[in-house]
């Protein structure tokens, strides 16, 4: 995976953005892993890799191969697990964006190293950590109806993050931290937003994480000096647009009528049967249509101040406030 170095100069805080990307009950985009309990420094392509290698997985049988992947603490143990998303992968890049140097980079690609590097953070804290995918692959093992032409269709982008659920609440997970990117209609649009479902019998809960993520994600980044914009903590149904035509019915209609975002809402019958059980939120800590932003997100200070900010973040909201 390339590297480009962050931008070290600073730019104006801009406005809170209208339109996003997190898909209403879907999370799709409209633009268009028993562990050997080796010590990881979070950061290292080398040491991702041999991460990924350790893991166990949690169901074979269910999910694609390098998914849904368990590791066991490296340094004592909390008896706690957390759950973290690398948004999209596989069939699916996510959003596209580019960096200032005009190299182009999607969100499957920068989401994978953060999650690493958090888990290595997490395990290294005391934590059995889970996580969606160890490498570029989806989490569903994908069906014929799921794709087309090499593509998700709408069925397959809805089972790909209804399988990244049933991986959450399969492994035990106390907590689940979701880790997307933004993308804009104009490279104007910046700054980190963190969602929660207010509608979950553990609303409270994920509302504290939510603001545990983004306090803590927005804080390591601009410590940076990177003038990252707070676009703040939002309920989750109050953002995204719709991939399909809702009025043509079937699944797009259905998503429509959700009105959350599929990894953090409750069950809908007939719809989506996997909710995820326990206190979530999903981060999207930076828009890759911003050149500035984009080239914070594809390098490796970038990746590892997210890193940061998520596993500061998991501490607090077990009890345990932690730099």
């Not at 070290?8 to 028993?34: C, H, K, Q």
């Not at 087309?148 to 069925?155: D, K, V």
């Not at 927005?218 to 109050?238: E, H, K, Y």
């Amino acid at each position: 995976m390339g590297q480009t170095t962050p931008p070290t100069r600073t730019r104006p805080t801009r406005g809170i953005r209208l339109r996003r990307t997190l898909v209403v009950g879907v999370l799709l985009v409209v633009v268009v892993a028993v562990a050997v309990g080796v010590a990881i420094v979070p950061g290292s392509r080398s040491t991702r890799r041999s991460t990924a290698a350790s893991g166990r997985a949690i169901d074979p049988s269910t999910f694609a191969t390098g998914s849904c992947v368990a590791f066991a603490p490296t340094s004592g143990n909390r008896h706690t697990t957390v759950f973290l998303d690398a948004g999209h992968g596989g069939v699916d890049p996510g959003g596209v964006g580019e960096t200032e140097s005009g190299r182009t980079i999607d969100e499957a690609q920068e989401t994978l190293p953060v999650e690493l590097d958090a888990m290595a953070l997490l395990r290294a804290r005391g934590y059995r950590v889970v996580v969606s995918r160890t490498g570029d692959s989806t989490v569903v093992r994908p069906t014929p109806d799921d794709l087309i032409r090499g593509t998700f269709t709408l069925q397959g982008a809805h089972d790909d993050v209804a399988a990244r659920d049933q991986c959450a609440d399969d492994a035990g997970a106390r907590a689940l931290v979701g880790i997307y990117y933004d993308a804009g209609g104009s490279t104007d649009n910046a700054g980190s937003i963190t969602a929660y479902d207010p509608d979950r019998p553990f609303a409270a809960a994920s509302q504290r994480l939510a603001t545990l993520v983004q306090s803590d994600v927005l804080s390591r980044m601009n410590a940076q000096g990177w003038g990252i914009p707070d676009d703040g903590v939002q309920t989750d149904g109050s953002l995204g647009s719709l991939d399909g035509n809702p009025s043509t019915g079937g699944l797009a209609a259905e998503a429509a009528d959700y009105n959350h975002l599929l990894l953090l809402g409750p069950a809908a019958p007939g719809y989506f049967t996997t909710p995820s059980t326990m206190p979530g939120t999903v981060i999207e800590p930076l828009y890759l249509t911003d050149p500035f932003e984009g080239s914070i997100a594809a390098s490796a200070k970038g990746q590892q101040a997210i890193a940061q900010g998520i596993a500061a973040a998991v501490e607090q909201f077990f009890g345990r406030a932690r730099g």
